[in-house]
């Protein structure tokens, strides 16, 4: 089918990747008819920010929204449809059955793009459904979080699970006041972090007076009309408010009940153009595959970035261009208090998983230069094979500038850098920004020493 | 001749890439006779954190030494000779003869490392020498000017010369409370940078208040007994202190006087070992060439992070390693007020002078996430090769974020990325640290759009 064939374009789900297809697609072609059909009212949300909007009781929910399903309608010609679920893709047909709040309705589409987004773990436990029991995933959830924050009896909070979720409301709910506890299934925080990075993250949580159980289980919730107790495998605690973020699934049911291909990784088979199996349709997003740079396999890595370079990359291919995704470098950073905690690369045991032999050294570092007032520490991690000094991946964690310090190795490992080239690098200096050896260098030059 | 041939290294000059060469030799070669000529009384200085140490009147001047010459002396082993000034290089006799307070001697030498740093442009103008009038370029000249600076009667600074010097120095005697006038006789600044750049560097230097007189030139200084005024081709101009900062050059007598090659930029010419034409004999720092990475030529590029890296390799190779220095790609940043501004690569000039066609886009974003308070503008301009995509360089400028931002582009230009492999990266992101769309990122998807 040429491009010119291509009348409608039909996008599931109006988040991160959705609303970039959908943008992509009527930016390139004019006269397309683009329909969005998003299940909640919300569209164009920034999703990560949700936790941050919490932490501040007098900022607005809505402002996390980037444009308004509105605005797309009027400003960009696109059909949002909100309160619109998706719930069958009619492949022979080519339709998108979709539930309104008053009907069904059949849309045919020329192309389909889903993205359809990831979903929370629910897990099956006795009270789950008490008042003051939360997860956080839309941002109707965060609005309800924010609303039962407002009670100022509340006391304490707990939180349950331990990923970027988890520990960005831990933050929050410390800051709005609570004596937060949190529990957590793995004994490593984040997870699969190595354990330097891991003490130094409890370290920093205890320091504000959070409670960790690391290795603890929830077995249910009490309360009268609401929470009060969290029933764990070590005895039971007291709550006025819980959070549970016990990870995320790809949202696939759509897609696997029509027959699409799923990955191995349990998220949506997509290649390098978001193609899934099916002809005509895409995926893009955390419900689809990301294909792993380092590890050459699709993987389920839910990220907005990701998400929106995808979803611009479906949006493009569906109107007719020829663009690829590169991949994932598996990169992440998060705020915890005071530090910054951020890796990229492979993990160790994404490296004994693969096969390969890797060794890590560590550093510990200023964030400025000497006698430069205001520095803070800074770790580096480095991960590298002992034989010819390829570089595999990094962890760094520290009270500034380790966010775009990480990218500086996202770069690297694209490049496919050894140890030595990155000792290499002419990183900038300035006595407020970085000590004359930047951390990185110092690592990559400890590290040289030991490839063979 | 063999490693254990080596008995004595002498290195001149006790700053970055004198110690750094000095500690390298005497680590790899314990045995080995480490002797340093420094014509100061201070070593192993952070010359780099001096303006940031004027600006606060409590710190003490010499908190910018690393390691006294003491501690070189008893805790490394290694004769640090202050007060001792290199006079001439006897390349026959293999010597270098020093001239002392108490006299003069002849230190003999198996390997040396030439790392007499660079030395400041002395205008030779009328009044030049009054009291009141400094340059800044060593702890004692440092240490002068924070003495001056304790008159609490002085009211007005001038400034000559915008480069990092004269611009740190504009920020810290704003600080210190004086009105700061910046004679400049360039119509860029920082030189070289493009308009855009200038243009913001500029408002914000009105902002706080400064007077920027670019085009302007200086013909002589006025005063009773210290300096009064500052006279200029537009007028003289009032000033109770007066900082010259018309740039730098390599200090390369004592190497051209012992018949030792000076490459065309004027700096000592080097191999990628650091070895000079002359045999045993090494060079390293500012008076040395920097091979340039793009340019694939020996340049004058002055910088602290060079210097240790560089000192780092020859005092290695002095005592028989294989190091190899791999380049420099011309980064810079410096701070300006409320502004960092960096650069790396090619300047506009440099791709032109260098026969490569370039193009540039620039870009304005913000520094954090849609909605997350405090984010702060961020300027991005990639330079690149329109046919194939091929980066070349880069400037940023904004309120954070920018040091370490920048070396994602060293990076990048390291590893030969075109726009589109830096526009594919995988940034890490979290809304306290970047948007979703890295500003980076933002910029080289419409480089993108612009190769052909």
């Avoid at 690391?214 to 249910?220: A, E, L, N």
């Avoid at 949202?251 to 088979?269: M, R, T, V």
């Avoid at 480095?382 to 962890?395: E, M, N, W």
């Amino acid at each position: 089918m040429s491009e010119n064939d291509v009348k409608r374009l039909v996008v599931i789900g109006g988040v991160a990747a959705g609303m970039s297809a959908a943008s992509q697609a009527k930016r390139r072609q004019k006269d397309l008819d683009v329909v969005v059909l998003e299940k909640s009212d919300w569209v164009s949300y920034g999703a990560c920010g949700m936790p941050y909007n919490i932490e501040d009781p007098n900022r607005k929910i809505d402002d996390l929204v980037v444009i308004s399903a509105e605005r797309f309608r009027t400003e960009r010609g696109i059909d949002v449809r909100t309160r619109t679920e998706a719930t069958e893709i009619d492949l022979a047909k080519h339709e998108v059955v979709a539930k309104r709040p008053d009907g069904q309705s059949r849309i045919g589409f020329d192309r389909l793009v889903i993205a359809t987004g990831c979903t929370p773990v629910h897990p099956n436990l006795e009270g789950m459904n008490l008042p003051g029991i939360f997860q956080l995933h839309t941002l109707d959830q965060a609005a309800s979080i924010k609303r039962w924050l407002n009670d100022p009896s509340l006391k304490r909070a707990v939180v349950v699970g331990g990923g970027h979720i988890g520990l960005e409301l831990v933050d929050v709910l410390t800051a709005r006041g609570l004596a937060v506890t949190l529990i957590r299934r793995s004994p490593t925080l984040p997870s699969g972090a190595p354990r330097e990075i891991t003490a130094q993250v409890e370290a920093e949580l205890q320091k504000y007076g959070v409670e960790v159980r690391t290795g603890d289980t929830v077995v249910g919730f009490e309360g009268q009309g609401k929470v009060q107790r969290v029933l764990t495998s070590s005895g039971p605690l007291d709550a006025d408010i819980v959070i549970v973020a016990t990870g995320v699934r790809p949202a696939i049911d759509l897609a696997k009940n029509a027959g699409i291909e799923i990955g191995p990784s349990g998220a949506i088979a997509v290649d390098d153009h978001m193609a899934t199996s099916a002809q005509g349709v895409y995926a893009a997003g955390d419900c689809a595959e990301a294909h792993h740079i380092i590890l050459n396999k699709g993987m389920f890595i839910p990220r907005g970035t990701t998400a929106n370079k995808q979803g611009k990359i479906a949006g493009a291919n569906a109107v007719g261009a020829d663009e690829r995704f590169r991949g994932v470098m598996g990169t992440s950073v998060m705020r915890i208090f005071g530090l910054s905690v951020a890796n990229t690369g492979l993990t160790d045991s994404q490296a004994r998983e693969a096969g390969l032999e890797a060794q890590a050294v560590m550093i510990k570092a200023k964030t400025r230069a000497h006698a430069y007032p205001g520095a803070k520490d800074i770790l580096v991690r480095l991960l590298f094979q002992p034989s010819g000094g390829k570089l595999l991946g990094a962890y760094m964690l520290g009270g500034e500038g380790v966010a775009k310090r990480i990218d500086i190795i996202v770069a690297a490992l694209t490049a496919g850098f050894t140890v030595d080239d990155l000792a290499s690098l002419d990183l900038s200096y300035a006595p407020p920004y970085a000590p004359v050896w930047d951390p990185i260098l110092v690592a990559a030059n400890i590290a040289r020493k030991k490839v063979h």
